[in-house]
């Protein structure tokens, strides 16, 4: 994992460029002012494209595993035998079926109140929402931001975004422990 911060006092940079882990570097000036605000937010992404795009969004589950670990998840305050929960979702609208993201995370159960970890379990909730919906204190740190030419076949999640893709990668405190690891993905052409 790196340990880039991104964004953590303003949503500008100067340089413009953020050098990317996986692929080219980015150039946040070509990109549509929209799709760098997504990159740069620390809200609820549903509600940022519920208001762009002016429709409902809701999250369409493609996985939602219970898992005991077998090794320490870099990021988290979580170690071998401890309980998470891995999710993995498209955020579509409900009028277009559109897929204007989706969204891989490990939730560390034993740092969320135990009636926020059983929604989550149940899936049909954004982190995000959930969390501001119940009144939840969280502080999200954007630690990795990378450009994907194309998905990968064998990636079930993104494999169903087309053409070029936007990830970033952000950790969500709790009662300042690290409790939600985040990586969602945009698809270019829909915010251009």
């Known amino acids: 994992m790196t340990k880039n911060s991104y964004f953590k006092s303003c949503g500008y940079t100067a340089d413009s460029i953020i050098k990317s882990d996986i692929g ?33 969004i809701s999250i369409t589950p493609l996985n939602n595993t219970l898992k005991i670990l077998s090794h320490k998840v870099d990021g988290l305050e979580v170690n071998a035998g401890d309980k998470v929960l891995q999710r993995e979702v498209y955020l579509k609208g409900d009028h277009s079926g559109q897929i204007f993201a989706a ?19 149940e899936g ?13 204190e969280t502080y999200r740190d954007i630690f990795d931001v ?36 985040v990586t969602e993905f945009f698809p270019i052409s829909i915010y251009s």
């Not at 970033?168 to 690891?181: C, D």
């Open 24 to 56: 080219p570097d980015l150039d946040l000036n070509k990109m549509s002012p929209f799709l760098r605000t997504m990159l740069v937010t620390d809200g609820t992404v549903t509600k940022s494209l519920e208001a762009w795009f002016w429709e409902p």
């Open 103 to 121: 969204a891989r995370s490990t939730v560390s159960l034993q740092h969320l109140p135990e009636h926020i970890g059983k929604r989550l379990e």
């Open 124 to 136: 049909e909730i954004g982190i995000g929402e959930l969390l501001r919906e119940q009144g939840v």
């Open 146 to 181: 990378n450009y994907i030419k194309s998905a990968s076949a064998e990636d079930a999640l993104t494999n169903q975004l087309q053409g070029e893709i936007i990830a970033r990668s952000y950790r969500i405190r709790v009662n300042g422990h690290p409790a939600i690891i």
